[in-house]
């Protein structure tokens, strides 16, 4: 993001902001909205919540599932 803000400054087309940085307009777009006024440490930190976020949802379903499975086998006995 900070570098396609910096190829625009310095003169560059968006077009060819978009060619170099190997991106779509819509994916230039999308990082814009979702990461506009962080600092590059702020989205890093952002993004290792969204994963951290991810596998402890992952814990949490499979533990449930865990739950669901023992409650089955309990019913049977």
């Known amino acids: 993001m900070r570098n396609a803000d910096a190829m ?7 077009g060819e902001v978009l060619q170099a940085l ?3 307009e819509a994916t230039l777009s999308r990082w ?3 990461y506009g006024g962080m600092k590059s440490e702020e ?3 952002l993004k290792s919540l969204e994963e ?3 596998r402890l949802k992952k814990i949490v379903a ?5 739950i669901s499975m ?3 086998i309990a019913k049977g006995n």
């Open 8 to 14: 625009v400054a310095a003169g560059k087309s968006v």
């Open 22 to 24: 190997e991106v779509s």
């Open 32 to 34: 814009r909205s979702q």
């Open 43 to 45: 989205a890093k930190r």
């Open 52 to 54: 951290e976020n991810n």
């Open 62 to 66: 499979d533990q449930a599932l865990d």
């Open 70 to 72: 023992l409650k089955e």
